[in-house]
């Protein structure tokens, strides 16, 4: 089992920043990959980024690619999301989750559906 609380969400004016972290405990943290994902009103979760257990490997969202960074510190139990030169459109709730499947080599998944475990979520709104 692996339970994950997000903070760090609130309202920040366009071109701002601000930093989501996702403190997890149960599972051994660093056995497994991390992921941000956000929903906004009346659209699908979508994938934001990924990072492999050891931080070595990230991957993006297109829409996201350059201004948010995703990180660990597994010391902390810790997965972060650096969120730059925020846009409108990035207003949304924020969740994080757990990848559990081992996979071999450096792949990172982007779907709902491949992640095991997930945190209720903080809310990020950008004013325009």
């Known amino acids: 089992q692996v339970r994950l609380v997000e903070s760090g969400g609130g309202l920040v004016q366009a071109g701002g920043s601000l930093r989501l972290l996702c403190a997890a405990s149960?599972?051994?943290?660093?056995?497994?990959?991390m992921g941000w994902f956000r929903q906004a009103p009346g659209k699908e979760r979508e994938f934001v980024a990924a990072?492999?257990?050891?931080?070595?490997?990230?991957k993006y969202a297109d829409s996201v690619k350059g201004r948010f960074t995703i990180s660990r510190d597994n010391a902390k139990n810790t997965v972060y999301l650096q969120m730059n030169v925020l846009k409108p459109e990035d207003t949304a709730v924020y969740y994080c989750?757990?990848?559990?499947?081992?996979?071999?080599?450096?792949?990172?998944?982007?779907?709902?559906?491949?992640?095991?475990?997930w945190g209720q979520g903080t809310q990020v709104t950008v004013s325009s």
């Open positions: 989750a757990a990848d559990t499947t081992y996979y071999s080599g450096s792949y990172l998944a982007i779907l709902v559906n491949e992640y095991d475990y």
């Open positions: 149960g599972r051994t943290f660093n056995n497994y990959a």
């Open positions: 990072v492999s257990w050891n931080g070595g490997s990230t």
